[in-house]
Structures are given as structure tokens and as C-alpha cells.
Nanobody
Framework: QVQVVESGGGLVQPGGSLRLSCAASGSILSIYVMVWYRQATGKERELVARITSDNSTKYADSVKGRFTISRGNAKNTVYLQMSSLKPEDTAVYYC???????????????WGQGTQVTVSS
């Protein structure tokens, strides 16, 4: 099995910064892509940023220039550095990993449980 765990959420003032972490562990042969999503109350879940195995990145227009996704030294870890935070960034942030698992050599998608980010004065 594969586990995906997010951390780093919290309360921050507008204009502040926060770094989220996501770690995937378990029966992982390789990771195809890791993606951050967010879901605000009453809204649909939306893609925030993603990074592929060859370090190609993509961002939602709403976070370009403010958020940066990167890989950690640990192979199965990614970070989301969030700067110049706005109240509209308030949401539960979820990490999703598409991985090939060792038991079946097939690709599956796994979700973390989410971490709350609240931007408020």
C-alpha cells in the first residue's frame, strides 16, 4: 500500500508565507507526478501545482509567481512554498501522487487527507 501525508498548514496573515510538505511512502516503484490541489468551502477542488518525474511544473493562474512546487532531497517528497498569501488562498490543501507500485507494476492515484491553510488577519 501507499500512504500520502501532508503537513505544514496553519493560520497566516495576508501577505505571509507558508510551506506545505507532502511525503509518499510504501510500495512505490516510481512516481509519475505529484500534485497539490485545494478545496475551499463550498467550492470544487482545483489544481494548484504539479511536478512530474522529470521536474516539469505547472501552476494554476491564480498562484503563478506566488507559489513554488519543488522536490525534496528525499525522493518521494514535494514541497509547496506559498508566498504573498491572500484570503482567497484559504482552503484545505490536498496532495495527490500518481505512482507505480511494486506489487502490480501498475499506476495508481493516492490522496492525502489534506491540511488546512487559513489566511486571515
Amino acid at each position: 500500500q501507499v500512504q500520502v501525508v501532508e503537513s505544514g498548514g496553519g493560520l497566516v496573515q495576508p501577505g505571509g508565507s507558508l510551506r506545505l510538505s507532502c511525503a509518499a511512502s510504501g510500495s512505490i516503484l516510481s512516481i509519475y507526478v505529484m500534485v497539490w490541489y485545494r478545496q475551499a468551502t463550498g467550492k470544487e477542488r482545483e489544481l494548484v501545482a504539479r511536478i512530474t518525474s522529470d521536474n516539469s511544473t505547472k501552476y494554476a493562474d491564480s498562484v503563478k509567481g506566488r507559489f513554488t512546487i519543488s522536490r525534496g532531497n528525499a525522493k518521494n517528497t514535494v514541497y509547496l512554498q506559498m508566498s504573498s498569501l491572500k484570503p482567497e488562498d484559504t482552503a484545505v490543501y490536498y496532495c495527490n501522487a500518481e505512482v507505480v507500485i511494486t506489487t502490480t507494476l501498475k499506476r495508481y492515484s493516492y490522496w492525502g487527507q489534506g491540511t488546512q491553510v487559513t489566511v486571515s488577519s
